[in-house]
C-alpha cells in the first residue's frame, strides 16, 4: 500500500484514535494547565477561570501552544526529511549493499 492509497478520512480517523487512547488522553488536562500556567489543583478549584480571564492570559497561552505546536511539526518534519534522505541514499547503492550483506554473512558464517 502506497502512501496515495490512504484516505484522508481514515488518517483522521487513525489520529483521532491515538488521540483517545488510554495513554495519551489522560494527559492533555494537566498539559492544558501547565500551557495555561496554572495548577491542576488551581483548574480543579475553580481558580482557572479567574487565572484566564485576563487578555494576556489567554494570548500567553495562545502564543505558548502556538510555538509548542510549530516546534512539535518542526522536529517531526526534520526527521521524515531525514529519513527520506537516507532511504534515497541506501536505494542509490543497493547493489554495494548487497555485496557487503553479503560478504558480512559469509564471514560470520566462518567464524
Do not use: W
Not at 483521532?16 to 489522560?26: D, G, K, N, R, T
Not at 512539535?72 to 531525514?82: H, I, K, P, Q, S
Not at 549493499?97 to 560478504?103: C, E, H, R
Request: net charge positive.
Amino acid at each position: 500500500m502506497s502512501i496515495a492509497e490512504i484516505s484522508l478520512l481514515s488518517a483522521l480517523i487513525a489520529g483521532a484514535l491515538s488521540f483517545l487512547s488510554p495513554c495519551v488522553l489522560p494527559l492533555v488536562p494537566p498539559y492544558l494547565c501547565y500551557m495555561a500556567g496554572i495548577s491542576v489543583d488551581q483548574f480543579r478549584g475553580g481558580g482557572a477561570a479567574i487565572a484566564v480571564q485576563s487578555g494576556g492570559t489567554r494570548k500567553a497561552v495562545l502564543m505558548a501552544a502556538l510555538f509548542f505546536t510549530l516546534g512539535f511539526a518542526t522536529v517531526f518534519v526534520a526527521l521524515g526529511a531525514g529519513a527520506s534522505t537516507i532511504g534515497v541514499l541506501l536505494r542509490q547503492h543497493l547493489d554495494l549493499l548487497s555485496k557487503i550483506g553479503g560478504l558480512i554473512i559469509i564471514v560470520m558464517g566462518l567464524n
